[in-house]
T-cell receptor, first 113, second 115 residues
Framework: NAGVMQNPRHLVRRRGQEARLRCSPM?????VYWYRQLPEEGLKFMVY????????ESGMPKERFSAEFPKEGPSILRIQQVVRGDSAAYFC???????????FGSGTRLTVV | KQEVTQIPAALSVPEGENLVLNCSFT??????LQWFRQDPGKGLTSLLL?????REQTSGRLNASLDKSSGRSTLYIAASQPGDSATYLC??????????????FGEGTQLTVNP
């Protein structure tokens, strides 16, 4: 089991471009979570998805950010028209159920120039 | 709203010392509590998971305890080594109506073990 796979590991975008971050959960895990870690700050919840459904998006900024977890393929976190303040590490986690804990990916480090 | 606090924010100790990291949470309605380690520029590595019905979990030199009623957990590291230097995070999921739940993280304790 390869664990939670995130790609790319590093992503550089110019202001105004789009960023797409991918996350493949552990095999058999149907719960996916995205977290953001701003420089020198803690991890903040963004969104929780199950296959084809957004369960909790209360941590997502209202504009420019969206997430999906299609029936086939990885979960995608999409940031449109990126700004410098979006520069951060974005982590994905998956779980079988919360009783079994959460497994995190290595993250995608987004730099907006 | 769940709030998680970790004390101390930073800790520097000489190699070989035993140490305790503290985590407190405001809402005791939790499934479990999980301790993670994060190395600079890296992802999170799960260290220990304690279920709400358990009092402690052990893995090698690590021992984590949970007192749900008082909203506290401790991570004990025995015979610390320079390789233990990292940021240690505790996190709790909120017990909710669905089978999944977001994690709330503490701000972490940055540990430095000096040779």
């Amino acid at each position: 089991n390869a664990g939670v796979m995130q790609n790319p590991r590093h992503l550089v975008r110019r202001r105004g471009q789009e960023a797409r971050l991918r996350c493949s959960p552990m095999k058999g895990h149907s719960h996916v979570y995205w977290y953001r870690q701003l420089p020198e700050e803690g991890l903040k919840f963004m969104v929780y998805l199950q296959k084809e459904n957004i369960i909790d998006e209360s941590g997502m900024p209202k504009e420019r950010f969206s997430a999906e977890f299609p029936k086939e393929g990885p979960s995608i976190l999409r940031i449109q028209q990126v700004v410098r303040g979006d520069s951060a590490a974005y982590f994905c986690a998956s779980s079988l159920t919360p009783n079994y804990g959460y497994t995190f990916g290595s993250g995608t480090r987004l730099t907006v120039v | 709203k769940q709030e998680v606090t970790q004390i101390p924010a930073a800790l520097s100790v000489p190699e070989g010392e035993n140490l305790v990291l503290n985590c407190s949470f405001t809402d005791s309605a939790i499934y479990n509590l999980q301790w993670f380690r994060q190395d600079p520029g890296k992802g999170l590595t799960s260290l220990l998971l304690i279920q709400s019905s358990q009092r402690e979990q052990t893995s090698g030199r690590l021992n984590a305890s949970l007192d749900k009623s008082s909203g506290r957990s401790t991570l004990y590291i025995a015979a610390s080594q320079p390789g233990d230097s990292a940021t240690y995070l505790c996190a709790v999921p909120r017990r909710g109506e669905t089978s999944g739940s977001r994690l709330t993280f503490g701000e972490g304790t940055q540990l430095t073990v000096n040779p």
